[in-house]
């Protein structure tokens, strides 16, 4: 069987959650199948650091995709009827590309990964070709929650133009979602959450869970475990809305409850691009902005918590599976831990969803080390036993098998 995949970006290096999810599905698919790799890089430099890749598989790259400024969103926002998800990787380079690699090779699936990737995905499938799409989020339903989170804090200017941005996408993504859901042959789905809300969209969809992973035999703690600290860590894409939206919560409404008794503790913000807004928090003591690095497994060690305040969003956490793997103790929101079924507050982490009550579990944690110990250990067992990827694999095997 031969199986082409089609990626937004370079899976390679794995650093970001889509990344990480592309990268570890290739290399499970390799051991069984002829794989293609058919992606998008933004440069020289990514390409060339897509070599290891080529060891795995035929790995074909387009340069791009092409800028979009900021005067060119705002009209497609006003004036086309598809959504930024769908135009957002707009590449002619791609589309001929793609239709050289469907002419010269009879593929047995074509598996497109994320909404990013649809218009593809339907070129493909109007060319006869098996598709599979690889839903990374139920997507209306994340801007759907992004415009009713912004709407609610009306009448601020920015809640006003991020609220209106979002209800439009929400509106767009309703009718565009629904049509690649209704094309593709199989939907690849990483939560329960979004195979509800996606079977709602179209209801004779057919879905499969497919879930995130995290590789345990990578993400392994320490021995011995490095001191106690007072430090509280974020890590995830920092210009990504829903983070900058989580990060700002935190910073504003619960890290001052949290200094209030315990004044040296300080909050770490580990990631890509920093959006202007996360990046002028830094003030070298209380929030420490230092961007990505290059691996996370020192951070989650150290960290005294790890924080995972999202309010908006969709799919499951990539990197609340890596601080689980870690045995790093996890404060989150409900909406936080959303999609991974199983996890149980004041078992595997502390759920809190309220400022007073995500102060009150991390002040917990970082005082009771024991505590902290306890739900590190069972976080680590419960992910390597259920969402290690070599658990998850197996699943997209049994999908290609029918």
Known sequence: ????????????????????????????????????????????????????????????????????????????????????????????????????????????????????????????????????????????????????????????????????????????????????????????????EDAAALRRLAPRVRLELVPNGVDCSHFVPPTPPPLPSHDLVFIGTLDYRPNVDAVLWFVHEVLPLIRAQLPEVRLHLIGRRPHRALAALHDGETVIVTGEVADTRPVLASAAVVVIPMRIGGGSRLKLLEALAMAAPVVCTTMGAEGIPGLRDGEHLLLADTPQAMAQAVLRLVTNRSLAWQLGQAGRAFVCTHYDWSQIVPRLIKVLAH
């Open 1 to 192: 069987m031969h199986i082409l995949m089609l990626s937004p970006y370079p899976p390679y290096p794995p650093h970001s959650g889509g990344a990480l999810r592309i990268y570890h599905l290739l290399r499970g698919l390799v051991n069984r199948y002829s794989v293609t790799l058919l992606t998008f890089a933004p440069d020289a430099t990514a390409i060339a650091a897509l070599q290891p890749l080529h060891a795995l598989a035929q790995v074909e790259v387009v340069l791009g995709p092409p800028p979009r400024s900021l005067a060119q969103r705002a009209l497609t926002t006003l004036f086309s009827p598809l959504p930024d998800m769908a135009l957002r990787n707009a590449s002619a380079s791609y589309v001929t590309k793609l239709a050289e690699l469907l002419t010269r090779t009879q593929f047995d699936a074509v598996l497109a990964e994320s909404i990013e990737m649809a218009p593809y995905l339907l070129q493909a499938a109007r060319c006869g070709f098996y598709t599979i799409l690889d839903e990374f989020n139920a997507e209306y339903l994340l801007q759907r929650r992004a415009a009713l989170n912004d709407l609610r804090r009306l009448p601020r200017p920015t809640a006003l133009i991020g609220g209106s941005y979002s209800l439009i996408q929400w509106l767009k993504l309703v009718t565009f979602e629904r049509r690649v859901l209704e094309t593709a042959q199989r939907v690849l789905v990483v939560s329960p």
